[in-house]
């Protein structure tokens, strides 16, 4: 005899409150989330750029241009692939050329 497998009430509460919610609303919480950490990302960005200016170690200095470079094409590749939202994009693309002209500033090549 071959049984049926139970759902506890706990887990299937869990998937008829998700079959509830529209997804559209989850694809908008999804680029609102990916929105604030393109902010971060940002923000980190410029950090690691402060630090890189005002150290007076060469490795201290590199290490945080490094980093201010990654944020810098993490950033920019989710905007070219278009993985968030219009409205993000565009307050995202106002600070995202002065992150590369602080990275130009302190000897950052970026084409």
Do not use: W
């Not at 049984?3 to 609303?25: D, F, G, N, Y």
């Amino acid at each position: 005899m071959r049984q049926e497998a139970t759902i506890p009430k706990r887990l299937e509460a869990t998937r008829t409150h998700r079959a509830r919610v529209p997804e559209s609303a989850h694809r908008a919480q999804l680029r609102h989330t990916i929105g604030e950490l393109m902010h971060r990302e940002l923000d980190l960005g410029f950090a690691f750029c402060k630090i890189a200016g005002s150290t007076k170690s060469e490795e201290t200095r590199l290490r945080n241009l490094h980093n201010a470079r990654k944020a810098y094409d993490a950033v920019a590749s989710f905007i070219v692939n278009k993985k968030i939202g219009p409205d993000v994009v565009e307050s995202v693309a106002e600070r995202l050329p002065l992150l590369k002209a602080e990275l130009t500033r302190l000897g950052e090549v970026i084409p």
